[in-house]
C-alpha cells in the first residue's frame, strides 16, 4: 500500500513535482550566484587592492604645493610606511574628445585627470591587473568610459582647447582602485611619461594627489588628526581605503543581495508549494492513512515515505541549482570583472555558494518535515468517518446568493468560494504578495533611482541648474563673475550660491578633525531633511546622515566646531541623505572666509519658459572652466551605471515574477479543477455554460490575484522601502521614500499581471470540457 | 396530446480501451407526450441513465436524432444545449448532487439567477413557495450537511423546478433513499406530473414505477416493451394491483 501510495502520487503530482524541482532549483541557482558574486566582489576587490598597492590616506590638493613640507611631514611621521605625490592634470571637459562623433565632453560631470603611472604604489592597472604601459603618443582610458562612452581599443582621443592640440590612440583600460565607480566624479587617464610632460606645460589645471600607505591601518583616524593638525594641504577631499572599497562594491553590492532576496523569496514559494502539495497528498490518502494507522503501521513509516520522495526531489533540484550557477555566474559578475577583474579560484569561492545552496535545501526538507506533523493528528476512526483532512472545509462566513442583488451568478459563484475556502486560497494569495513585490520594489527602487527628485539623496537642493566650481587660485574672481552675471541675467528666477569650506572640529576623543561645511542661504532651494530641518542661525549645523553616524550625533547634540581661529559650539538642527562626497558632508550658516573655500556650488531656477538646455550651454561657455549641468544630466551621469544595472535587474524581476504567477496559477487551478471535478459536472447537467464555469475560475484567481496586489503594493511600499533603506543607507542614504510612478505601479504592472493569471486560467482549466455528470456518475 | 420529446434510430457507441467498440443504444425510437409520467426500467446495463443523458442533451449521441419541442438536439452547440437544460428542463439525481458551498436555498435559486425570468426577488419568493409546498421551508439557510437524503432531494426537486420547465428528468431519483422518503419524493413528483409537468425518470423500483403512466422497458440497449398503466390517481387507484400488475408484466420480460 506504501509503494502503491507513492507511486499514485508521484502521478498525479507530475507537473507540481517539476515545479518543485524548477522553483528549488532557481532558488539554489540564485542563492549560489548571488554569494558567488559576494564573494567574488570582496576577492576581486582585495586582489585589485593588493595588485594596485592601493593609498590607505589620499589627501588631494588643487593649488600651490610644498613638496619638501609634505616629504618632511611623511619622513617624521611613525605611522607612515611609504608616501607620494601624483600630479595629476585637470583637463576641462569641453576640451576633450573621447567620442568618434565629434562631440566634447562638456556636458559631463566627471573631472578627467590625465597621470603618468606612479612608480610605487596607487598603480593604475590594465585589465589583466597588471600596472598600465602605455607608449608615446598611446592612452589608458577609464573602464569607465568602455562601457559608458563605448570607447574602445585604436579609437582616438583628441584634446584641444584652441592653443594646444594631441591626439593619443587608445591602448588599454585603466582599472583604478581610487576611481572606477561611476558615483566618483574623477576620472583618470594614462599618459606616457613625456607626453604628460608637455601635456601639463601647455594646459589644464595642476592638481596633486598626496598618498600614503600606513603601517598600521587601524590607526588612520589618528595618523588623519596628524595630517590635519600639522596644517599639510588640503584644498580638496581626503579619502581613505574604506570608502573607495565601499563605492568600488557599491554597484554590484546591491545586485547581490537583491539576487540573494529573490533567492530567498524563491525559497519561501517553493516551501509553500510543497506545503500545499503536500497536504493535497494527505487529503487524496487521508483514508488510506487511516486505515493504515487502524491496522497498526505506525505514522512515521508513512511520513518518511513522503519525507524521503521530497527530500530526494529537494537534494537534486539544489545540486542541479548549484551547478547551473556555474553556467550564469559570468553573466552576473560580468559588470564587476569589467572594472575590478576576475577573482583568484580559492576555496571559499567555491564552497560558500555550495554551503547557500545546501541550506536552501536544508529549509526545503525541515520545512516538508514541520508539515507532515499533520500526520500525527490523523485519528483512525475519523479519517474513516469523515475522509477529509479539513483543510479545506468551508467556512461559512461567505454571503449568500439569495442576498446578492445583481452580481452576476458566476462572479458571485467565484467569489464566495475565494471567501468560503480561504484556507485553500492562501498559498496563491502569498505567491500573488510575492510576485507583486518583485515586481513593484525593484520598478519603485529603480523610478526613485531615475527621478529628479534622488537629489533629495544626494544632499543636493533641487533646481534647474547647478554650477559647480573646484578650487584654484582664481576661483573666487570666477566665483564672483558667476554671481555677477547671474544677478544681471533677466532669465534667471533666483539662484543660491554654496561655498563648501574645510573646517576643523573636535571629535569625541578630543582631537581634532577636519570635515567640508557647506555653507550658505539653505531656505532659497530647500532639501528635504531626514530628520530635523536646515540650519538658520550662525550656531546651528545640518549632518549628513553617514557623518551623524559616524560622529554619533543626532538632532540637538552639540559639535565643537572651529572657525576663523575661535571655537565655536554649534547644535545640530537637522540629518539629511547624501550618498556623494563619500556620504560625509554637513551645512552650516557660517561667515564666508575666501581662504577656505574649497568648492562653490551655485544652485539656479530659471524663469518659467526659458529652455533649460539653451541656458545650460550658454553658461557652461561663458562661465568656463566651471562645469553646468541640469539636474536631471547630473543624476544621469552620477548614478547612469547603478540605472543601468538596476534597469537590467527589474526587467528580469519583472519577467520572474509573472512566471512565478503564471506557473502557481497553472498548477493551483489544475489541482483546483480536478478536486472540483463533481462540482463542475452538477453544474453542467443543471445548464451552466462552459463560460459561466471559466468565468467562475477566472473571478476566483482574479479576486485572490486582487487582494494579492493590494498587499503586495501595501508590503513594497512599506516593507519594500524600509529594505530598499536599508541597503542604501550603507551609502547615505537611510531613509529612501520610493517614487512611485502610479501609472505603471498600480496599473501598467497589476494589468499585465492580471491579463497574464487570466490567460492562465483559461488555459489551465480547459479540461473542464471533458468533465460531464455522465464521466463524473460513470467514475 | 403533442409530442415533447422525441428519438429516432438514436444510437450510442462507446470505444473501450483496447478499442473495442460496445454499442450501448442502439436505433432507440421514443415519443413523449406533453403531461406524460414516464419511467424507464431495465436490468443493470441495459442502457437507461445513457439514454436519459442523451435524450436531455446532456451528451452527445453516436447517431440518430433527438428532438425536444420541436427542435433537433443533435447538431446543437455546446452553449445552445446548456440554455436549454437551464431554461427548459430539469434534473433530479441519485446521488442528489447539489452544490456543496451553498445553502440550500441558494442550490435552488441557482439556476433561477442565472436564467434571468424573472426579478431575484420574485425568484427568492417562488423558490421558498417551492420549498414550503415540499416541507422544507424551514432548511432554508441550512448546508448541505446538515440535511436528510429526503430532505436533500426535495431541494434537488425545487431546483429542478424552479425555472418551471416542460420536463424534468430523474436518474433513480429514489435510489438513495430508504423506503418512507422515496414514497414522498414519489407523491411530491406526482403532484407536480399533475400539475402539467412532463418526467421522464430512470428506476429499479416498481413501486416508484407504479405511480407513472407508461413504463419502457430496456434490455441491451433496445426499447423491448411498454406498459400503459394510465394516470395514477391517488384517491381512486389501488396502488398495490398496479404494482402488481407491473411485476408480472416484468416478470415476463424476465427481469
Given amino acids: ?180 565607480a561611476s558615483i566618483v566624479h574623477s576620472k583618470r587617464f594614462v599618459l606616457h611619461p613625456s607626453d604628460w610632460a608637455a601635456l601639463s606645460q601647455r594646459t589644464g589645471e595642476m592638481e596633486y594627489l598626496i598618498e600614503f600607505r600606513l603601517k598600521d591601518q587601524g590607526m588612520l583616524q589618528q595618523f588623519r588628526s596628524d595630517y590635519q593638525a600639522a596644517s599639510m594641504p588640503s584644498k580638496g577631499p581626503s579619502v581613505d581605503e574604506s570608502l573607495f572599497k565601499a563605492l568600488n562594491a557599491l554597484t554590484d553590492g546591491i545586485l547581490a543581495a537583491v539576487i540573494i532576496l529573490v533567492s530567498l523569496l524563491l525559497s519561501l514559494v517553493a516551501i509553500l508549494c510543497l506545503r500545499y502539495t503536500l497536504i493535497a497528498a494527505m487529503e487524496e490518502d487521508y483514508r488510506e492513512i487511516g486505515i493504515m494507522k487502524a491496522i497498526g503501521i505506525r505514522p512515521k513509516t508513512i511520513k518518511n515515505m513522503y519525507l524521503l520522495k521530497y527530500s530526494a526531489l529537494a537534494v537534486l533540484a539544489a545540486i542541479i541549482g548549484y551547478a547551473a550557477s556555474w553556467g550564469v555566474n559570468a553573466l552576473f559578475t560580468s559588470n564587476m570583472e569589467l ?89 496563491l494569495l502569498v505567491v500573488f504578495i510575492i510576485s507583486t513585490c518583485i515586481m513593484i520594489v525593484p520598478v519603485n527602487l529603480l523610478n526613485t533611482f531615475k527621478s529628479p527628485s534622488f537629489n533629495t539623496y544626494m544632499g543636493i537642493e533641487r533646481s534647474d541648474l547647478r554650477i ?90 552639540r559639535i565643537r566646531l572651529h572657525v576663523d581661529g575661535t571655537e565655536k559650539e554649534m547644535t545640530v538642527t537637522g540629518i539629511y541623505q547624501d550618498v556623494t562626497n563619500g556620504g560625509r558632508t554637513a551645512k552650516a550658516v557660517l561667515p564666508f572666509l575666501p581662504d577656505q573655500v574649497i568648492r562653490y556650488e551655485v544652485s539656479v531656477d530659471l524663469k518659467e519658459g526659458v529652455p533649460v538646455r539653451d541656458k545650460m550651454e550658454q553658461y557652461a561657455k561663458s562661465f568656463y572652466p566651471a562645469k553646468v549641468t541640469d539636474l536631471e544630466g547630473y543624476l544621469s551621469q552620477t548614478l547612469g551605471n547603478t540605472i543601468h544595472q538596476l534597469r537590467l535587474l527589474t526587467a528580469v524581476a519583472v519577467i520572474v515574477a509573472i512566471l512565478i504567477a503564471i506557473l502557481i496559477t497553472a498548477l493551483f487551478l489544475q489541482m483546483a479543477v480536478a478536486k472540483d471535478a463533481a462540482q463542475i459536472a452538477i453544474m453542467r447537467s443543471i445548464g451552466f455554460s462552459l463560460p459561466a464555469i471559466r ?35 550603507f551609502i547615505g542614504a537611510s531613509s529612501i521614500k520610493f517614487v512611485i510612478n502610479p501609472v505603471q505601479a498600480y496599473a501598467g504592472l497589476p494589468l499585465v499581471l492580471m491579463a497574464a493569471v487570466a490567460v492562465t486560467t483559461l488555459l489551465s482549466i480547459a479540461s473542464i470540457k471533458k468533465t460531464t455528470i455522465t464521466e463524473w456518475n460513470a467514475g | 396530446m403533442e409530442v415533447l420529446l422525441e428519438s429516432r434510430a438514436l444510437s450510442k457507441t462507446f470505444t473501450s480501451g483496447n478499442e473495442q467498440e460496445y454499442q450501448v443504444l442502439k436505433a432507440i425510437d421514443l415519443q413523449i407526450r406533453k403531461g406524460e409520467f414516464v419511467a424507464v426500467m431495465g436490468p443493470s446495463g441495459s442502457g437507461k441513465s445513457t439514454l436519459l443523458y442523451n435524450i436531455s442533451g446532456m451528451d452527445q449521441a453516436s447517431g440518430g436524432s433527438v ?3 420541436g427542435m433537433e438536439l443533435t447538431g446543437m452547440s455546446e452553449q445552445e444545449l446548456s440554455d436549454l437544460r437551464l431554461t427548459r428542463m430539469g434534473f433530479i439525481f441519485q446521488q442528489i448532487h447539489l452544490l456543496k458551498n451553498l445553502t440550500l436555498l441558494d442550490n435552488i435559486i441557482l439556476t433561477a439567477y442565472m436564467a434571468k425570468k424573472q426579478s431575484r426577488k420574485g425568484l427568492n419568493d417562488r423558490a421558498m413557495s417551492l420549498m414550503k409546498q415540499s416541507g422544507i421551508e424551514g432548511l432554508a439557510n441550512h448546508d ?92 381512486l387507484d389501488d396502488l398495490r394491483a398496479r404494482e402488481e400488475k407491473l411485476t408480472g408484466w416484468l416478470a415476463g420480460l424476465g427481469f
Fill in chain 2, 144 to 235: 448541505i450537511t446538515q440535511a436528510s437524503g429526503g430532505q436533500l432531494q426535495r431541494v434537488a426537486i425545487c431546483r429542478a423546478l424552479i425555472n418551471q420547465p416542460d420536463m424534468i428528468f430523474g436518474d433513480e431519483p429514489t435510489g438513495a433513499l430508504n423506503s418512507k422518503s422515496a414514497g414522498e419524493i414519489m407523491e411530491l413528483l406526482a403532484d407536480i406530473n399533475r400539475s402539467g409537468t412532463t418526467i421522464l425518470l430512470v428506476t429499479h423500483d416498481v413501486k416508484v414505477a407504479a405511480k407513472t403512466d407508461r413504463i419502457l422497458f430496456m434490455m441491451d440497449g433496445s426499447l423491448v416493451d411498454e406498459n400503459r398503466l394510465g394516470k395514477y390517481r391517488k384517491e
Fill in chain 1, 468 to 557: 559647480d566650481m573646484q578650487y584654484s587660485e582664481q576661483v573666487t574672481e570666477e566665483f564672483m563673475r558667476v554671481s555677477q552675471t547671474l544677478t544681471n541675467d533677466a532669465d534667471v528666477e533666483r539662484f543660491s550660491p554654496i561655498f563648501a569650506s574645510a573646517f576643523q572640529y573636535v571629535n569625541s576623543d578630543g582631537a581634532m578633525e577636519e570635515m567640508a561645511v557647506e555653507t550658505g542661504d539653505f531656505s532659497l532651494f530647500p532639501l528635504e531633511y531626514a530628520q530635523g530641518r536646515a540650519p538658520v542661525e550662525e550656531n546651528e549645523i545640518a549632518l549628513s546622515y553617514l557623518n551623524g553616524k559616524d560622529m554619533g550625533k543626532k538632532v540637538g547634540d
Fill in chain 1, 339 to 427: 572594472y575590478l577583474g576576475s577573482a583568484p579560484r580559492s576555496l571559499p569561492l567555491l564552497a560558500v555558494p555550495l554551503i547557500a545552496s545546501a541550506l536552501v535545501c536544508a529549509i526545503v526538507i525541515g520545512c516538508c518535515k514541520l508539515t507532515l506533523r499533520a500526520f500525527d493528528r490523523v485519528s483512525a476512526v475519523e479519517a474513516l468517518r469523515a475522509g477529509t483532512l479539513g483543510e479545506a472545509r468551508s467556512s461559512g462566513k461567505a454571503p449568500a446568493l439569495h442576498r446578492s442583488r445583481w452580481m452576476p451568478v458566476p462572479v458571485f459563484l467565484g467569489m464566495r468560494d475565494v471567501l468560503s475556502r480561504f484556507k485553500m486560497y492562501r498559498l
Fill in chain 1, 1 to 180: 500500500m506504501l509503494i502503491q501510495m507513492l507511486r499514485r502520487d508521484f502521478r498525479r503530482k507530475k507537473s507540481i513535482s517539476i515545479a518543485l524541482f524548477i522553483f528549488i532549483s532557481i532558488s539554489a541557482l540564485l542563492v549560489a550566484s548571488g554569494s558567488n558574486m559576494l564573494m567574488e566582489l570582496t576577492q576581486s576587490l582585495n586582489a585589485l587592492f593588493k595588485q594596485s598597492k592601493a593609498p590607505h590616506f589620499v589627501q588631494m590638493h588643487a593649488g600651490e604645493l610644498n613638496e619638501a613640507e609634505v616629504q618632511k611631514f611623511a619622513s617624521a611621521h611613525d605611522l607612515v610606511e611609504d608616501y607620494q605625490v601624483a600630479a595629476m592634470v585637470n583637463v576641462d571637459g569641453s576640451h576633450l574628445y573621447l567620442k568618434q562623433d565629434g562631440e566634447s565632453e562638456e556636458q559631463s560631470v566627471m573631472d578627467h585627470y590625465f597621470v603618468m603611472q606612479n612608480e610605487s604604489f596607487d598603480l593604475l592597472l590594465d585589465t589583466g591587473n597588471k600596472p598600465v604601459r602605455v607608449e608615446r603618443g598611446e592612452i589608458a582610458v577609464p573602464v569607465y568610459y568602455k562601457q559608458q562612452s563605448n570607447v574602445s581599443i585604436g579609437d582616438t582621443i583628441k584634446l584641444s582647447d584652441g592653443a594646444f592640440e594631441r591626439e593619443w590612440t587608445v591602448a588599454g583600460y585603466v582599472r583604478d582602485a581610487q576611481m572606477n
Fill in chain 1, 695 to 729: 468565468i467562475q475560475y477566472v473571478t476566483r484567481a482574479l479576486l485572490v490575484l486582487g487582494i494579492g496586489i493590494l498587499f503586495g503594493t501595501i508590503v513594497s511600499n512599506t516593507a519594500g522601502q524600509s529594505l530598499a533603506g536599508l541597503i542604501l543607507s
Fill in chain 2, 67 to 69: 428532438k425536444f419541442g
